[in-house]
């Protein structure tokens, strides 16, 4: 499949700003394009991309999200003096006019457009486009916060009804609340709309009691609006992650989107003078990732805000490196949500419990219900100096993000004789490729800088094929551990036996972790889970009676027909925190013969376990599966999951043995805490 990435970028785009003194406007300036165009300029990630010519939104496409009256007006503004501007923008919130920006929204909304065509054609799998002014707080007759035109709502319903796009999921991921976007599609359920929003209790602008988290949709859109207030500042990777995890991911699989379009604003990374926030650059290519695999890829990303330039240009190079496939870096400390994130979640959660099945059992509302905290708090404080703020800003300073190098090889399988190498994998594992040591390790169990074998696994050399079947697997884990190659896939004869040994060979070694995931029945000795080398979660029909540790997860769930939500439901909620929490330097995932899975299920497990270990996954699979390497090698290689179909409510005895699951290891593994009785991180949030 492997189809490229747009980029849409016009410099004209720069071609205004604000022309008098403005404390509100002042961060929204022309170098926020150009930085960030420059800083992917100068990581090759421009030349990287498909180059898609911005165009000039028509009339038509305008009004699909504003009213008459409103463009009429906008029309007029390249015309007025100075002083007319000023006054035409006295009408609206934190937002400022210029000779020129009517063009520029009429640019912004068009490369929206642009990308809308680029991605539904297939001319690319998905795009970012890099724009001025933004569009997400914009109304139907309104500008509001630096927006004119909405381009993402534009885009939304010009998607609708060009291609026919039934579903379309709206990730806005901006630290404030995209209001103009949650208005537009509040009672459409063919739109769902997801914002997290720095919200402090509504002291924070745009201070709306509707950016709450039980703001759900109105009529028949009841559900499809999903608001995650943050109500203190610093959240760090871990809030966002979780709320990626327990709210949108489970919700987003449930609905089933046929595009999705990000609202990428990157005022909610660390050093944003706005959004005050602690996440940093990195975890925008995590973010990014777990939306790939919706919408078999299809997604649109366009840029609303981010006012630390260094900061706003380091996300922008995150998300484009994570669109064209490039694996992510590892998240770095995952030390769970902190307390004020839970009880956000908490809410969200509970708010939507009726709203989607994948949140029924979610627990209810506490009775001290947060609402009224918002009431109480609202006259309280609040008065701090606008210029001690100011002096109190803080520089805040943060690592740059590690080097996003691919390694040149990006998936190597090993194969039996008679199976086709699939097109754009390296065959790896001939005779030529055993190496010595691998074998005298094999035969002998010791190899220098890791420690013997635990086990004999062959004695003889008697099963000659499997030996070298054995030693292609070490040289392939070793030369993805050195980052000379990113995945493998292996098809083998006896699949717990090689699963076994990889694991004992990469987990020998000082600094490894290997997350095992294990799909089907066989049986995983307990002996590799001891101390804490490894961490191994099996789904599995049968109930487990391996001892249960905090490295061992047995996740039981029936078959029936409601199998893939139950299975999916606990990838997303269950397995992912589990994963990023853990933080393995291999993904070992491995597909038993007994595994049950479909095609399109197994292939979302493949491509949402991706994001972990930077990409290092080793897919081993039983000879008799050939019909699975092609499409897995195709996942490895960074093709999109084909989409699952909306999904059905999940069994209840499969949420059942799921949540029984994150209650029994929620202490020991913070990423699975959902409500604000658990603790939460260590901070004083
Ligand atoms: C200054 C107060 C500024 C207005 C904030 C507008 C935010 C705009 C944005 C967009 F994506 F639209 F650009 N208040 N201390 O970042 O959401
Ligand atoms: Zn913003």
Redesign the pocket.
């Known amino acids: 499949m492997r189809m490229g990435t747009a980029l849409i970028y016009d410099e004209e785009m720069t071609n205004y700003k604000l022309l008098w003194v403005d404390?509100?406007c002042k961060?929204?300036v022309p170098e926020r394009l150009t930085v960030s165009h420059e800083t992917l300029v100068k990581s090759g990630l421009v030349d990287r991309c498909v180059s898609v010519p911005v165009r000039e939104a028509t009339d038509a496409d305008i009004l699909l999200a504003h009213s008459e009256e409103y463009l009429e007006a906008v029309k007029k503004t390249p015309y007025m003096t100075l002083e007319d501007l000023k006054e035409f923008t006295l009408q609206y919130g934190?937002v400022y006019f210029h000779p020129n920006i009517y063009h520029c929204a009429k640019l912004a909304a068009g490369a929206a457009l642009q990308l809308v065509d680029s991605v539904m054609t297939g001319k690319v799998r998905n795009g970012m486009a890099l724009v001025r002014p933004?569009?997400?707080?914009s109304m139907r007759s309104a500008a509001n916060?630096?927006?004119v035109f909405n381009n993402v709502a534009i885009a939304a319903r010009y998607a609708k009804q060009t291609y026919g796009v039934k579903r379309v999921l709206i990730v806005d991921w901006?630290?404030?609340h995209g209001q103009g976007v949650q208005y537009c599609f509040e009672d459409d359920p063919s739109v769902l709309y997801f914002s997290w929003h720095r919200y402090e209790h509504q002291k924070f602008?745009p201070q709306l009691r509707e950016s709450d988290f039980d703001a759900v949709g109105k009529e028949k859109g009841v559900g499809f609006n999903v608001n995650v207030p943050w109500n203190k500042v610093g959240m760090q990777n871990s809030d966002y992650l979780s709320v990626f995890c327990h709210v949108l991911l489970p919700v987003a699989y449930e609905f089933c989107p046929d595009l999705v379009f990000v609202c990428a604003?990157f005022?909610s990374a660390i050093g944003d003078p706005?959004g005050e926030m602690c996440a940093t650059p990195d975890v925008f290519a995590h973010l990014t990732h777990l939306l790939m695999n919706l919408a078999g890829g299809k997604l649109c990303a366009v840029l609303?805000?981010g006012y630390n330039l260094t900061s706003l240009a380091q996300s922008v190079c995150q998300t484009v490196h994570t669109l064209l496939g490039d694996p992510a870096p590892r998240p770095a400390n995952l030390n769970g949500p902190c307390k004020s994130a839970l009880e956000s979640l908490h809410c969200v959660r509970s708010a939507h419990r009726q709203n989607w099945s994948c949140l029924k059992h979610a627990a209810d509302l506490p009775t001290s219900d947060i609402s009224t905290k918002r009431i109480k708090l609202g006259d309280e404080e609040d008065t701090v100096d606008k210029a001690e703020e100011e002096e109190s800003a803080q520089e805040v300073f943060w690592p740059e993000p590690p080097g996003r190098v691919t390694p040149t090889v990006r998936t190597a399988v090993v194969l039996p004789d008679g199976v086709a190498c699939p097109d754009g994998c390296k065959h790896f594992g001939s005779t030529e490729d055993l190496d010595p040591l691998v074998v005298d390790k094999l035969k002998y169990g010791a190899v220098v800088g890791h420690a013997p074998l635990k086990e004999n696994f062959l004695g003889d050399a008697e099963h000659s094929d499997a030996l070298s079947t054995l030693s292609s697997l070490i040289a392939l884990a070793e030369k993805m551990e050195k980052n000379e190659i990113c995945s493998g896939l292996a098809l083998v004869h006896d699949v717990s036996m090689a699963m076994k040994f990889v694991v004992q060979h990469v987990a020998s070694a000082p600094r490894n972790r290997v997350l095992v995931v294990c799909v089907g029945d066989g049986k995983v000795m307990s002996n590799i889970t001891e101390d804490g080398k490894t961490l191994v979660v099996q789904f599995s029909n049968k109930d487990s009676d391996e001892q249960k540790c905090k490295h061992y997860v047995p996740v039981c769930l029936k078959k029936g027909h409601s199998e893939v939500s139950g299975f999916v439901q606990a990838v997303l909620s269950l397995l992912l925190p589990l994963g990023y929490e853990y933080d393995p330097s291999l993904v070992l995932l491995v597909r038993m013969p007994d595994s049950g899975l479909s095609e399109s299920v197994w292939l979302q497990l493949t491509g949402l376990l991706q994001g972990l270990a930077q990409g290092h996954t080793l897919v081993l699979m039983q000879e008799g599966e050939e019909a699975c390497v092609g499409p897995t090698a195709s996942s490895l290689l960074g093709d999109p999951a084909p989409s699952l179909g909306q999904l059905l409510a999940p069994l209840p005895e499969d949420v059942q043995s799921v949540e029984s699951l994150r209650h029994r290891l929620k202490a020991d593994w913070k990423l699975l805490q959902t409500t604000a009785e658990e603790t939460g991180r260590g901070d004083e949030n």
């Open positions: 404390p509100a961060i929204e934190d933004p569009g997400h707080h916060g630096f927006c901006d630290i404030h602008w604003g005022d706005e609303e805000g």
